[in-house]
Antibody, heavy 116, light 113 residues
Framework: QVQLVQSGAEVKKPGASVKVSCKASGYTFTSYYMHWVRQAPGQGLEWMGI????????SYAQKFQGRVTMTRDTSTSTVYMELSSLRSEDTAVYYC?????????WGQGTTVTVSS | QSVLTQPPSVSGAPGQRVTISCTGSSSNIGAGYDVHWYQQLPGTAPKLLIY???NRPSGVPDRFSGSKSGTSASLAITGLQAEDEADYYCQSYDSSLSGSLYVFGTGTKVTVL
């Protein structure tokens, strides 16, 4: 079955970077774009960016430009989201989600906590 | 900030019908871009509920329906059930220079009385 499995929870200090992975299975990895979406505690969903696993092209939300990098490894069917210069406001659950007529499959989420 | 506006909460008794509005603008819903709806149960990842304005993925009960008109969209839940208590989000594409290509609604909490 189609599945996205994300890496485990992270605790980081302000100023550090975090890299979250999202491993896809059950479908042709390069055939579907992948979104990254985050949700701060008690807040709504926020779109961060999108990557084309086929060519690696990306598009980021302006808010994260310069701080976020999305990459992929086609040999392992994995996409990555790295966020740098972390601050407390980046504490959130980060999700990957496949783009297919809406975001049809979601990862389980990765909790990133930024605390000194 | 979200460019799609939803009511913060709606409620209804079991069996009733509730609707959730999603108001956008000429750069997203009004430009003809599709609206999708997601259900998020407490502590879980969002789940696609409606795609392409009014289509239900396999396994989604037909109690859920979506529509779109002008710069707004709506999600209706008929025959409300206890397990429908969740947060609901609309989502679309935005062609303005707002800084985000894909936008979500502010979210609506549905409470079953």
């Amino acid at each position: 079955q189609v599945q996205l499995v994300q890496s485990g929870a992270e605790v980081k200090k302000p100023g550090a970077s975090v890299k979250v992975s999202c491993k896809a299975s059950g479908y042709t990895f390069t055939s579907y774009y992948m979104h990254w979406v985050r949700q701060a505690p008690g807040q709504g969903l926020e779109w961060m960016g999108i990557i084309n696993p086929s060519g690696g092209s990306t598009s980021y939300a302006q808010k994260f430009q310069g701080r976020v990098t999305m990459t992929r490894d086609t040999s392992t069917s994995t996409v990555y989201m790295e966020l740098s210069s972390l601050r407390s406001e980046d504490t959130a659950v980060y999700y990957c989600a496949r783009l297919a007529g809406g975001m049809d499959v979601w990862g389980q989420g990765t909790t990133v906590t930024v605390s000194s | 900030q979200s460019v799609l506006t939803q009511p913060p909460s709606v409620s209804g008794a079991p069996g009733q019908r509730v609707t959730i509005s999603c108001t956008g603008s000429s750069s997203n819903i009004g430009a003809g871009y599709d609206v999708h709806w997601y259900q998020q149960l407490p502590g879980t990842a969002p789940k696609l509920l409606i795609y392409g304005n009014s289509n239900r993925p396999s396994g989604v009960p037909d109690r859920f329906s979506g529509s779109k008109s002008g710069t707004s969209a709506s999600l209706a839940i008929t025959g409300l059930q206890a397990e429908d208590e969740a947060d609901y989000y609309c989502q679309s594409y935005d062609s303005s220079l707002s800084g985000s290509l894909y936008v979500f609604g502010t979210g609506t909490k549905v409470t079953v009385l």
